[in-house]
């Protein structure tokens, strides 16, 4: 019943604002679904302290490497543009393009090196706690 009052509700929304007529051309991609980081394994519960959602741009230049660290936090990001490689230190290897995603590896040493000649830029989405670290490096 929840849902039907609150798709009601957007629709209403729509219509009174004319953003309405916009529906048909509106598309969704989802791009990515999962309990599981790109390795495989499964992402951990959520604290249950308040959240703090954090949300970072990062540049990595052609040919940079990240530092070995890992997230004490669940967190997800797309690749705007360029080739990224993530390297997880068991050996697991994901190599990225430029729309894909990502939902990183929690509490597992890793690092990320761009392997490409144009920078590689990336969004990333931290669900951690206030005063939490989101990286750790080793």
Known sequence: MKKLLCGIFFAL??????????LDTIKVDELAKTSSSWDGSRLPAYPKAPPEITILRIKIPPGA???????PVINAGVLLSGELTITAEDGKTLRLK??????????K???????????AEIIVF?????????????
């Open 65 to 71: 490497q990240l530092p070995l660290h890992e997230h």
């Open 109 to 119: 040493w890793h690092y990320g090196k761009n392997e490409g000649r144009q920078p």
């Open 126 to 138: 931290y669900a951690g706690t206030p005063g939490s670290a989101i990286t750790v490096k080793k």
């Open 13 to 22: 929304l729509l219509s009174v604002t004319g953003l309405a007529k916009d």
């Open 98 to 107: 430029a729309g894909e995603a990502i939902v990183e590896v929690s509490n």
